[in-house]
């Protein structure tokens, strides 16, 4: 994912997506690039149009979906309620153990 991820930063970047830029932006990342990975992803992506497959993308439109339907939600008051506490007297206590133990 991280050789997807950097092509898309450097398509949001304005940038020529090439294998010395991926290269450049995984190891910055601290990720010891697979020169056979980046070649395979460059050119894979000539050609392709990364705009129209964004706006194409399925995936693309669930975030925005579940966003503005979370914003729309009216917000609720949630009452934190604290949990009773029953007390046991020490005597229920050592019949409860009594039992236990037959």
């Given at each position: 994912m991280e050789y997807i991820y950097s092509a898309m930063v450097l398509y949001a970047a304005g940038k020529d997506i090439t294998e010395d830029a991926i290269t450049a932006i995984l190891?910055?990342?601290?990720?010891?690039?697979?020169?056979?990975?980046?070649?395979?992803?460059?050119?894979?992506l000539e050609g392709v149009n990364i705009a129209d497959a964004?706006?194409?993308?399925s995936v693309a439109a669930t975030p925005a979906t579940v966003v503005a339907s979370v914003a729309d939600a009216p917000t609720a008051k949630v009452k934190e309620e604290k949990p009773k506490e029953e007390k046991v007297s020490e005597e229920e206590a050592a019949a409860g153990l009594s039992a236990l133990f037959g």
């Open positions: 190891k910055v990342a601290g990720i010891d690039p697979d020169v056979a990975k980046i070649k395979a992803l460059v050119s894979s964004i706006a194409s993308a």
